[in-house]
């Protein structure tokens, strides 16, 4: 088939456009060593293992690479998401817009024996920080070891586990304000209760966290007790599928979202790749291939069976990121 000169001229013209088209290269961040990379899955930085790309993402190491990161998005009018682990988030198939930053590589401990206090920065792994107490035979973090999330999301959600809470036990976090100036809050700033704080949905970024534990007990003893929480999750909870925990919070009362789950027979119930857990009705796992909008469409209709089965409105606990159909 010959194409007319004048569909060619359209065509030969479409394709130089797209070539001339800038494409997105990765950056420095200003004045620092720390690329700003463009178009990079969700699904790398999330527990869920679902979601689209980031349009620039970047992961600091230190304080003065994040506030110069936050400056570079200032400058381009960027909005700006931030991420820990990723193990409590739910990222849309479309991606997001602006800057993703990661926190996970802003990484430091510093105990302190005359305070009872350990420092630590935002990316601080929470597991890795529950072990370091156990090494060193500080109690009061063995419940953390097994939340697979980072020392700034467990701030921001007020993670917890077997009765206690990062609330119990932070002395106070600092934080980034949207023009990089550093505050220091203390547990009643940060508006704290079950799961939640003034710092969900807000544009304070936690850069640190200091917690009070009780050192000088013995570590062998320290350390099994950690062993011991890791083990229970390990065999009541699906950790060797990708999921965010618990999909909703606990409503009031006796009455646990698992256990409303598992009543209202949702248990193994999937839509596409997403499934809600058969070893724990409050898990949503991807069982292969699921989509960001698989998982969110289940967690719509096991919100609505339950509502209708028990009259009570579950509450999602994963943050939702990004844009999602209207249900
Ligand atoms: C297998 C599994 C088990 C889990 N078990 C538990 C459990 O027992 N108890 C529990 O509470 N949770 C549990 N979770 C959920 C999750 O691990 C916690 O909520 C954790 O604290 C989230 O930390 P993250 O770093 O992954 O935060 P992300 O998921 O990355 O982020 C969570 C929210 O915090 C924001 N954020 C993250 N870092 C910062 C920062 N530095 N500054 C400002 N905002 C920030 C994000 O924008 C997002 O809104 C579990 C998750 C999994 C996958």
Redesign the pocket.
Known sequence: MTLSYQTRRVVETAIAKRAEKPKKQEIYVPGTNCQIKPQVPLAH????RVGGPAEWHVAPRTLQELQASLGWARSEGLPV?????????LASDRGLPGLT????Y?RYAEFDPTLSQVKTA??QS?VRLAWKAAERGWEGIE?AV?????????????????GA??ADILVEAK??SPLGVLKTLSPEDLGYSY?TSI????D????EATFQLRPGADSTKVKAVTEAQLER?RST???HL?????VFRNPLGDRGAGWLIEQTGLKGYQIGGARVSELHAN?IVNCGGATAEDIFRLIHYVRDKVQNRWSIALEP???I?GEFPDL
Do not use: D, K
């Open positions: 930085l999330t527990s869920l998401t931030m991420v820990g682990a990723g193990s409590n988030v930053i990661c926190t996970r802003m935002a990316g929470l419940w097994g939340i697979p999330g980072t020392v700034g999301g467990a701030v921001v959600m007020n993670a917890g586990a077997h809470c990062t934080v980034l799961r710092l969900q949905g807000s304070l970024w936690v850069v999750r909870q699906p950790y990708p999921s965010c925990g618990s898990f606990e994963v943050r990121l």
